[in-house]
């Protein structure tokens, strides 16, 4: 079974970076798309950011113009640079594969990023 394991949170001031990564634990095949969701406290998940096989992006519109996703298939992961954080970013950042043959839906465990006002 793959495990998608997310890193780079952590608690930082407002107009901070930060990078998340998420590495999955063995090589993935026949992915359709890679994504960051995120949860605040009290709402529902939302999609910030996703880049699909052919690297075609879709943002939040939200972080336009502050995030970017990219990911490096050699080494299975996906990364979220974070500039000009802001505290209504603060939620838990989940990592999500999805793919084919036969099809799947891989989620990470999620890592906390706190922005400070």
């Known amino acids: 079974q793959v495990q998608l394991v997310e890193s780079g949170g952590g608690l930082v001031q407002a107009g901070s970076s930060l990078r998340l990564s998420c590495a999955a634990s063995?090589?993935?095949?026949?992915?359709?798309?890679m994504g960051w969701y995120r949860q605040a406290p009290g709402k529902q998940r939302e999609l910030v950011a996703d880049?699909?096989?052919?690297?075609?992006?879709n943002y939040a519109d939200s972080v336009k113009g502050r995030f970017t996703i990219s990911r490096d298939n050699a080494k299975n992961t996906v990364y979220l640079q974070m500039n000009s954080l802001k505290p209504e970013d603060t939620a838990v950042y989940y990592c999500?594969?999805?793919?084919?043959?036969?099809?799947?839906?891989?989620w990470g465990q999620g890592t906390q990023v706190t922005v400070s006002s």
């Open positions: 880049i699909t096989n052919g690297k075609s992006t």
């Open positions: 063995k090589s993935i095949i026949r992915i359709n798309s």
């Open positions: 999500r594969v999805t793919g084919w043959g036969p099809q799947y839906n891989l």
